[in-house]
C-alpha cells in the first residue's frame, strides 16, 4: 500500500512538472511567432530559413492545440533561423 502511495506522489509531480514545461514551451513558441511576424515572414519563409517544411512549423506553432512539445533541436532551428539565441538566467525563485 506505501508503495502505491509513493508512485502517485511520484506521478503527480512528473505531471506538474510535465504542465509547466507544456506552458513554458507555449509561451516560448508564442515568443517566436512573434519574432517571426516582426520579421515579416511567412511560415513558408521561416521554414526555409531554418530548413524544415512549412507544415513541421504551422504543428509547432499550433502546439497548444495539439498538446505536444517541440523537440528542443527543432526550436533551436528557428531560434538561429530568425537571428535569435538562448540565454539561460538564474531565476529569482528557487521554486521550479
Do not use: C
Not at 4 to 19: F, G, K, M, Q, W
Not at 83 to 91: E, Q, R, T
Amino acid at each position: 500500500m506505501e508503495k502505491r502511495l509513493i508512485n502517485n506522489d511520484v506521478n503527480a509531480t512528473l505531471s506538474n512538472i510535465d504542465e509547466k514545461i507544456f506552458q513554458r514551451t507555449s509561451h516560448f513558441v508564442d515568443e517566436l511567432i512573434k519574432r517571426r511576424e516582426s520579421l515579416g515572414w511567412t511560415q513558408e519563409n521561416l521554414a526555409n530559413e531554418s530548413g524544415l517544411k512549412q507544415p513541421a512549423v504551422a504543428r509547432i506553432e499550433k502546439m497548444e492545440k495539439s498538446g505536444s512539445v517541440p523537440k528542443f533541436d527543432t526550436l533551436l532551428k528557428l531560434v538561429y533561423a530568425m537571428g535569435l539565441d538562448i540565454k539561460l538566467v538564474v531565476k529569482e525563485d528557487k521554486t521550479h
